[in-house]
């Protein structure tokens, strides 16, 4: 009888997020017995924190739905917009096992799928860019489902939720943003808080999940029904090999360190290395103010164990997937951090440096955005802009964590969220903005916005940027001017979702040590260098890939890869 000092398996994952799950539920499914040892007291990494869109080109959902696509194509998007860090072996691997996964999950697992038939890709100048139909998302589900395993569930993130009840981009943030211009939309969101608050009186939290937390959920029923063992609380200390090959690894349980021997090898799915101070300095620039949105625990276990025995980090064009964000401070004292992915795009709102001037343009993918900002940043400067706009744009769209109308606006002037100007000049000294290159920069704006242009940048002028708008404002939904005071203003800074920087894989998940696989080892989600390179390319080329490379890495371990080229 073996000791409670250790425990035997045949795949033993580290990690329970997007990456960790899908890898377990694959290999349960093709009859594996699996671990999933989770650092945290709760399951699903950042993955539940996050909006749990899936880029997954050709997958089935949207080929139902209509969508004509076809690998060839996103071939020549991807080459065109990852450049040098092209890897044709790994993108084939996805491109050609991202359908397979989503049609896996469907059909053997409590995981359904809404299509993103209408988002485009983010590049729409580029050769093979699509315009939809190349993203899914996990639907709601019933946090009742769960049953007791509930409480496995990472809470959602205050700040990217309304009461703690996630919102869904699409239809359901519409109506959100709508509610006070439609009976039906009032209606709709009536009944979804009634039930929210319903359930914050039951249960103590959200049970209408969306977004990741709806994908989460959806997994670990699975997990559950297919025998899949949690152990939550245990992180993973280091690798256990014999000879070559890695046959498990020892994880902290309470006080005691156990050994899991796993006849199939080990996926590190641990996270990435967002909270890693050390590769941090090395890696992000900016470092010191730069704020993430990943889970604390991804402080790079996955990359530390698997370092020690070899294996190697690759290149990307950029360490993390950045996003720009602004400072929350709640009247309890908790500081975090909002991610600024909305309100960007929109008709009447522009983001300016400390000279006043505007720096890109605004309706870019969050990531680039960020990387603009860096590059405009003079070295030795703190990095940070002003997004600007008026008040009443900020009662139609809101701005940052301060929502809409009918939501009250004054608190977050109140504390300092938000700065506020009767005229450009007085918004400008508020914010420590240079006044004579804000009125001179508003003055531009304004000129060429009655006329929906923007020439200094040209917003609206793509698919993606379209989406972001407003389509009841013409002629272009994404440019309005910003004229009627008083005017309102929220810094932001550098932040990530995560990292692009880690293992390098081949194209079945395994790690490279050298050129070689190292038997028994693998990675998936940002323990393994992502396949864009460092590069945005679509929304959900986070989570499309985790799930691809976790679902891969099983089906390598329980010998059901088909590696036919």
Same mark, same amino acid.
Request: charged residues 15%; aromatic residues 8%; positive net charge.
């Given at each position: 009888?073996?000791?409670?000092? +250790?425990?035997?398996? #045949?795949?033993?994952?580290?990690?329970? @997020? =997007?990456?960790?799950?899908?890898?377990? %539920?694959? !290999? /349960?499914?093709?009859?594996?017995?699996?671990?999933?040892?989770?650092?945290?007291?709760?399951?699903?990494?950042?993955?539940a924190?996050?909006?749990?869109?899936?880029?997954?080109?050709?997958?089935?959902?949207?080929?139902?739905?209509?969508?004509?696509?076809?690998?060839?194509?996103?071939?020549?998007?991807?080459?065109?917009?990852?450049?040098?860090?092209?890897?044709?072996?790994?993108?084939?691997?996805?491109?050609?096992?991202?359908?397979?996964?989503?049609?896996?999950?469907?059909?053997?697992?409590?995981?359904?799928?809404?299509?993103? +038939?209408?988002?485009? #890709?983010?590049?729409?100048?580029?050769? @093979? =860019?699509?315009?939809?139909?190349?993203? %899914?998302? !996990? /639907?709601?589900?019933?946090?009742?489902?769960?049953?007791?395993m509930?409480?496995?569930l990472?809470?959602?993130?205050?700040?990217t939720?309304?009461?703690?009840?996630?919102?869904?981009?699409?239809?359901?943030?519409?109506?959100?943003?709508?509610?006070?211009?439609?009976?039906?939309t009032?209606?709709?969101?009536?009944?979804?808080?009634?039930?929210?608050?319903?359930?914050?009186a039951?249960?103590?939290?959200?049970?209408?999940?969306?977004?990741?937390?709806?994908?989460?959920?959806?997994?670990?029923?699975?997990?559950?029904?297919l025998?899949v063992?949690?152990r939550?609380?245990?992180?993973?200390?280091?690798?256990?090999?014999?000879?070559?090959?890695? %046959?498990? !690894?020892?994880?902290q349980?309470?006080?005691?360190?156990?050994?899991?021997r796993?006849?199939?090898?080990?996926?590190?799915?641990?996270?990435?290395?967002?909270?890693?101070?050390?590769?941090?300095?090395?890696?992000?620039?900016?470092?010191?103010?730069?704020?993430?949105?990943?889970?604390?625990?991804?402080?790079g276990?996955?990359?530390?164990?698997?370092?020690?025995?070899?294996?190697?980090?690759?290149?990307?064009?950029?360490?993390?997937?950045?996003?720009?964000?602004?400072?929350?401070?709640w009247?309890?004292?908790?500081?975090?951090?909002?991610p600024?992915?909305?309100?960007?795009?929109?008709?009447?709102?522009?983001a300016v440096?400390?000279?006043?001037?505007?720096?890109?343009n605004?309706?870019?993918?969050?990531?680039?955005?960020v990387?603009?900002?860096l590059?405009a940043?003079?070295?030795?400067?703190?990095?940070?802009?002003?997004?600007?706009?008026?008040?009443?744009?900020q009662?139609?769209?809101?701005?940052g964590?301060?929502?809409p109308?009918?939501?009250?606006?004054r608190?977050?002037?109140?504390?300092?969220?938000?700065?506020?100007?009767?005229?450009?000049?007085?918004?400008?000294l508020?914010?420590?903005?240079?006044?004579?290159?804000?009125?001179?920069?508003?003055?531009?704006?304004?000129?060429?916005?009655?006329?929906?242009?923007?020439?200094?940048?040209?917003?609206?002028?793509?698919?993606?940027?379209?989406?972001?708008?407003?389509?009841?404002?013409?002629?272009?939904?994404?440019?309005?001017?910003?004229?009627?005071?008083?005017?309102?203003?929220?810094?932001?800074?550098?932040?990530?979702?995560?990292?692009?920087?880690?293992?390098?894989?081949?194209?079945?998940?395994?790690v490279?040590?050298?050129?070689?696989?190292?038997?028994?080892?693998?990675?998936?989600?940002?323990?393994?260098?992502s396949?864009?390179?460092?590069?945005?390319?679509?929304?959900?080329?986070?989570?499309?890939?985790?799930?691809?490379?976790?679902?891969?890495?099983?089906?390598?371990?329980?010998?059901?890869?088909?590696?036919?080229?």
């Open positions: 009888m073996k000791s409670s000092n +250790s425990a035997e398996c #045949d795949l033993l994952i580290i990690g329970s @997020g =997007a990456a960790g799950l899908c890898a377990a %539920v694959t !290999a /349960a499914h093709h009859g594996l017995r699996v671990i999933v040892a989770e650092k945290a007291p709760v399951l699903g990494g950042t993955t924190w996050s909006g749990g869109w899936i880029w997954a080109p050709g997958n089935p959902v949207c080929m139902r739905a209509g969508a004509d696509d076809s690998p060839e194509a996103t071939k020549t998007y991807l080459r065109a917009a990852l450049g040098d860090h092209y890897d044709p072996a790994l993108v084939h691997a996805f491109l050609t096992q991202a359908p397979q996964m989503v049609s896996f999950l469907e059909t053997n697992t409590a995981v359904t799928f809404e299509p993103g +038939s209408h988002i485009p #890709d983010t590049y729409g100048q580029l050769p @093979g =860019a699509g315009s939809g139909g190349r993203s %899914v998302i !996990a /639907a709601p589900y019933d946090g009742r489902a769960l049953g007791p509930i409480t496995l990472r809470h959602p993130l205050r700040e939720t309304f009461w703690g009840l996630t919102i869904q981009a699409g239809a359901d943030l519409r109506a959100f943003m709508t509610m006070t211009r439609s009976p039906r009032l209606a709709y969101v009536i009944r979804r808080m009634t039930r929210h608050l319903w359930d914050l039951r249960y103590g939290r959200a049970m209408q999940l969306r977004n990741g937390s709806a994908l989460v959920a959806r997994l670990i029923r699975s997990a559950a029904d025998g063992e949690f939550p609380d245990s992180p993973a200390l280091r690798l256990i090999t014999q000879g070559d090959a890695v %046959v498990g !690894a020892v994880l349980c309470g006080p005691k360190q156990v050994e899991v796993a006849t199939r090898g080990v996926v590190l799915a641990s996270g990435g290395f967002a909270h890693d101070p050390t590769r941090r300095a090395a890696q992000f620039p900016a470092n010191d103010t730069h704020v993430t949105l990943a889970v604390p625990t991804a402080t276990d996955g990359l530390r164990m698997a370092e020690t025995i070899g294996a190697a980090l690759g290149t990307t064009a950029s360490p993390g997937a950045w996003c720009p964000v602004s400072l929350v401070h009247p309890d004292g908790r500081k975090a951090a909002f600024h992915i909305i309100e960007r795009g929109k008709p009447g709102i522009i440096l400390p000279n006043g001037q505007r720096f890109c605004e309706g870019l993918g969050y990531h680039d955005f990387t603009a900002l590059a940043t003079p070295p030795g400067d703190v990095p940070q802009a002003w997004l600007i706009a008026s008040r009443r744009f009662r139609r769209y809101g701005l964590i301060s929502r109308f009918p939501v009250p606006l608190p977050w002037l109140r504390r300092g969220y938000l700065k506020s100007g009767k005229t450009p000049e007085a918004l400008a508020a914010c420590g903005i240079d006044p004579v290159g804000l009125r001179t920069t508003l003055d531009h704006w304004n000129r060429h916005a009655v006329q929906g242009s923007d020439p200094q940048f040209q917003r609206g002028s793509s698919p993606y940027m379209r989406l972001q708008g407003d389509s009841t404002v013409t002629p272009n939904p994404c440019v309005a001017p910003i004229d009627q005071p008083p005017f309102v203003a929220v810094r932001v800074i550098p932040g990530s979702f995560g990292t692009f920087s880690g293992l390098q894989t081949d194209a079945c998940a395994r490279l040590r050298g050129d070689q696989p190292i038997p028994g080892l693998y990675a998936a989600g940002t323990d393994m260098r396949v864009m390179g460092g590069h945005y390319p679509a929304g959900g080329i986070n989570l499309g890939p985790a799930l691809t490379f976790g679902y891969v890495a099983a089906l390598h371990a329980a010998g059901k890869l088909d590696t036919t080229p």
